[in-house]
């Protein structure tokens, strides 16, 4: 059986016991929180149990590395969504140890698109066009770095609303220990 047929089998059954009511709640968030934070699988249970967050309660958003790459990109669209339009009113980036981004370079993925049979001939393409993929690409060397680096650009977004606590923090995917980098006042 594919993963999307169990899914969409366990699927039914979820909504035919009704299973969803214990999880229902509205699209604002209780804590007023709106949390950055990495796709890695150790964090998807254990970064909300760790920070006790149930359904309702935050806002999260996630990508690879927990990181903001452009001040006007979907990552920082999402935060100013969240803290003008769902009554956010706090701004957590929380990046991981052990992250996949750690020393990530742009030549990884690239050998491996060639490996695989993507001509390298169009990426090219896409550099002239403005885009630079290597940077694109490109992960960060310390975790800590690029999560005082997010939050900067965060704290310096001209949409940001005045007095908004911006953090930066990292987990421990092992323990859930959070490690407090940089504090709001
Ligand atoms: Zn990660």
């Known amino acids: ?7 969409l089998e366990f ?4 909504v035919e016991k009704k299973d969803y009511e214990q999880y229902q709640t509205s699209k604002f968030p ?13 964090l998807l249970e254990m970064l909300p149990r760790a920070l006790n967050l149930s359904n309702g309660d935050a806002k999260i958003i996630k990508n690879a590395g927990a990181m903001i790459s452009h001040p006007f ?3 920082m669209r999402s935060i100013i969504v969240a803290l003008y339009e769902l009554q ?13 981004m750690t020393g990530l370079e742009s030549n990884s993925i690239l050998d491996k698109a060639e490996d695989r049979g993507i001509d390298l001939a169009k990426i090219e393409a ?3 066009a403005g885009v630079d993929v290597d940077k694109w690409l490109h992960g960060f060397n310390d975790v800590e770095d690029s999560v005082k680096n997010s939050v900067d650009i965060i704290r310096r977004h001209p ?7 911006v953090h930066g923090l990292a987990i421990s995917p092992d323990t859930g220990k959070l490690t407090v980098l940089d504090r709001a006042e």
Do not use: Q, W
């Open 88 to 100: 956010a009113e706090e701004v957590a980036v929380i990046g991981h140890y052990g992250c996949g």
């Open 73 to 75: 990109g979907s990552i």
């Open 1 to 7: 059986m594919s993963v999307l047929d169990s899914i």
């Open 11 to 14: 699927n039914e059954n979820f």
């Open 30 to 42: 209780d804590k007023k929180l709106v949390i950055l934070t990495c796709m890695d699988t150790r």
């Open 159 to 165: 949409l940001l609303p005045a007095n908004t606590p």
């Open 126 to 128: 896409a550099s002239y």
